[in-house]
């Protein structure tokens, strides 16, 4: 990651290529990570035979880092894209992210830990009905929870009921394993 203001943002060391491919190698092969990427929908779908790393806006992470509490995720999401930010594109990927967790890993609680002055995604967190529970001056960040209440759940549920997973394939390759969550919302396409 090249640019500065997204390594401000999202708190993120800048990596040798060793250590990026180092890490794409453990998203693939860790059971304790998720991760959907954020496609650039009107891109997709305007010129046919359009690769989808050129459509690639940003992406949502789910980690299940707690081994005392495997209802316990942490999210993150990043829209990489300056031309693809404020358009709903960060909110919708993590209700979907977060209804994946809910309806397929029996996840119950969610946090987010967030720059201080990163104040688009604490807002984008709050209004997803997430609450401040923690404050660390010495890492600068912020931790928003969100545990899952029935009536939370079934909002959940609702704000995601657009939402389709169909078994992922990269254009006429074979499928992967990873499902791919498509939305009819105008703007974006996860997958």
Request: with cysteine; aromatic share 6%; charged share 25%.
């Amino acid at each position: 990651m090249k640019s500065e203001e997204l390594r401000r943002l999202t708190a993120s060391e800048p990596l040798t290529l060793e250590q990026e491919y180092v890490m794409q190698h453990s998203w693939q092969e860790d059971a304790d990570k998720c991760t959907f990427i954020v496609l650039d929908a009107e891109k997709w779908q305007a010129q046919l035979g359009t690769s989808e790393e050129s459509c690639m806006a940003g992406d949502v992470n789910l980690f299940l880092t707690d081994l005392g509490d495997p209802t316990l995720g942490e999210i993150e999401v990043m829209i990489a894209e300056p031309s693809c930010r404020g358009q709903g594109l960060g909110t919708e990927a993590v209700l979907m992210m977060m209804s994946y967790g809910v309806t397929k890993l029996g996840l119950t609680k969610f946090e987010a830990k967030i720059g201080q002055g990163n104040e688009p995604s604490i807002r984008m967190f709050r209004k997803l009905h997430f609450e401040q529970v923690a404050v660390s001056s010495v890492f600068q960040e912020v931790t928003l929870r969100l545990t899952m209440s029935e009536p939370e759940r079934q909002w959940l549920l609702e704000q995601t009921s657009h939402v389709e997973e169909k078994p992922y394939r990269a254009g006429a390759s074979e499928p992967r394993s990873q499902p791919a969550l498509r939305t009819s919302h105008p703007a974006w396409m996860g997958v």
